[in-house]
């Protein structure tokens, strides 16, 4: 293939698009590349959007920001947090998933890749702080949806379209995002010794009570050092985390002693969610998203080799096992849920959908949705 397109403004997106549906060519629209390994191999011609990089604007009062998509996520953190906020979907980088190195991951791919963290089940997901966009569809046009500011937002909600669209539909040039203020504190109860299904129980409990958990996660014995550990992120002022733990201490009494982790501890325990360390870099990587209650029933059927790390307090679980595809899929469709092909060698991404197979209906609802965006196929490349 030609070289990639390296476009340094949203006129020169329009003009690549142009160029591509006159020679007839795919595209494929990529920021930082520390995703590039999920989905079928391609061989399109690459969009490459980091040089559209940089802060447009940024008004920490009205918690608004404005940037370019090829800005690297980790300059977006560093920006926000010296003014004391956050992005709260907590977004992290998938380039260590496949054995990269972190800062390689743009807001951009993150946006369009609809990236959420640990703190997705309070704090919300991508969708849900993308205020609005200006991006490029694939007829050559320069569109824009939402705006800048939150009593502004009318229309189509194209944001939420844009979020998890990993491409297919428009190559997006500037986004708006909402921020949150950081919290002051934080701190992470444990704990330990519960098998899958108590774990289970036991955050669900915290989540549903006026603890104000921000996040719930649990660690297999043999991924945490030969005891299992549920853990139980509570942040906000003081006194108001000091009153809701010992809230906690009360509610989960059943469940054993509730300790809590000391602050490196429990960093390392909330980036290896991040990173998926634990999981290893060279068994096929597979996301389970299900309800909490059908977790266990997933865990319970894996075999004794797999590995496997449960964020979302259930409802997403990274598991890490060279299992039958279909096998893995007709778990997560049994426990209500749908599984996403994350790693795998070039044989097994090219005859596994990345996707989990969507239901006639969805399917031909999405492929029309394509077509409004993209009426030629341009970002059809075959990844997905």
């Not at 919290?183 to 955050?203: C, I, K, N, W, Y």
């Not at 991924?223 to 006194?239: D, E, N, Y």
């Not at 595809?325 to 049994?334: G, H, I, K, S």
Request: one cysteine or more.
């Amino acid at each position: 293939m030609e070289n990639a397109l390296l476009p340094q403004s949203a006129q020169d997106v329009v003009d690549a698009i142009a160029d591509a549906l006159r020679a007839g060519e795919k595209l494929a629209i990529t920021g930082g590349a520390s995703k590039a390994a999920i989905g079928a191999p391609v061989a399109a011609r690459r969009l490459e959007m980091t040089g559209l990089r940089g802060v447009v604007d940024y008004d920490p009062a009205e918690l608004v920001l404005t940037v370019r998509p090829g800005t690297p996520l980790a300059e977006i953190q560093t920006t926000v947090a010296q003014a004391g906020q956050m992005l709260a979907f907590e977004p992290f980088d998938h380039g260590p998933m496949f054995g990269q190195p972190e800062g390689a991951a743009t807001i951009g791919g993150v946006v369009a890749a609809g990236v959420s963290g640990s703190q997705r089940l309070s704090g919300g997901a991508v969708r849900d702080h993308l205020l609005g966009f200006r991006a490029v569809s694939g007829r050559g046009e320069l569109f824009t949806a939402g705006a800048r500011v939150v009593k502004n937002v009318t229309g189509f909600d194209l944001p939420k379209l844009a979020a998890g669209s990993w491409g297919r539909l428009f190559a997006m040039t500037e986004l708006t995002l909402k921020v949150l203020p950081r919290p002051r504190e934080s701190v992470t109860r444990l704990l330990a010794g519960l098998d899958v299904e108590r774990a289970v129980a036991a955050m669900s409990l915290a989540m549903g009570s006026q603890a104000d958990v921000a996040a719930a996660a649990h660690f297999p014995a043999g991924l945490s050092g030969g005891t299992s550990a549920t853990i139980l992120r509570v942040q906000g002022f003081g006194p108001s985390v000091a009153a809701r733990c010992r809230m906690l201490d009360g509610l989960l009494a059943a469940f054993g002693p509730v300790g809590t982790l000391s602050p490196d501890d429990a960093d390392a325990m909330w980036t290896a969610l991040r990173t998926l360390a634990p999981l290893g870099q060279r068994a096929p990587l597979w996301r389970i998203n299900v309800p909490p209650t059908g977790a266990p029933q997933i865990i319970k059927a894996l075999p004794a080799d797999a590995r496997a790390l449960l964020d979302w307090a259930g409802g997403l679980i990274w598991l890490a096992a060279d299992i039958d595809p279909e096998t893995v899929r007709a778990a997560a469709l049994a426990a209500g849920g749908h599984a996403m092909l994350l790693r795998g060698d070039d044989r097994l991404r090219a005859n596994v959908p990345a996707f989990h197979p969507q239901p006639h209906g969805v399917a031909a609802l999405e492929a029309r949705v394509r077509r409004a965006f993209d009426p030629a196929g341009l970002f059809e490349t075959g990844r997905f």
